[in-house]
């Protein structure tokens, strides 16, 4: 009995370590044409996302915060390129992750905080 109480508390801790990716949108260009640049750097950001009346990673109740994340995620790149002096940043992934954890206070409020994770990356440019 102690042994599947020990292999149960093992699951239970690695499956809160565990993150579920449910979104991901990469390579997006938000400009028509790109001058010649040079590659000064990269970026990694966590961008902490609070949504309300939906499914944590998922839909929510008629679209009321499905854009929460668009101003916090678009700041966050600004600041990495302010950071390094540049003009763009090219190759932006954005994954859209809930870990065990935000499933489990979006099921604790009944859907009322859908809270998140988005994962930001890319490349820094200067153009020449």
Known sequence: ???????????????????????????????????????VGEFEIKVPIME?????????????????????IYDAIQREISKFTADAAVNVTVEYQVTLVNAIINGVTGAILAPATALVSGVIVKYQ
């Open 52 to 72: 309300f009346l939906g499914s944590a990673g998922g839909a929510n109740i008629a679209n009321m915060t499905a854009d929460a994340m668009d101003v916090k």
């Open 1 to 39: 009995m102690k042994r599947v109480l020990r292999v149960a508390v093992i699951l239970g801790v690695l499956m809160a370590m565990a993150s579920c990716t449910t979104f991901k949108l990469s390579g997006i260009q938000v400009t028509k044409t790109i001058p010649s640049y040079q590659t």
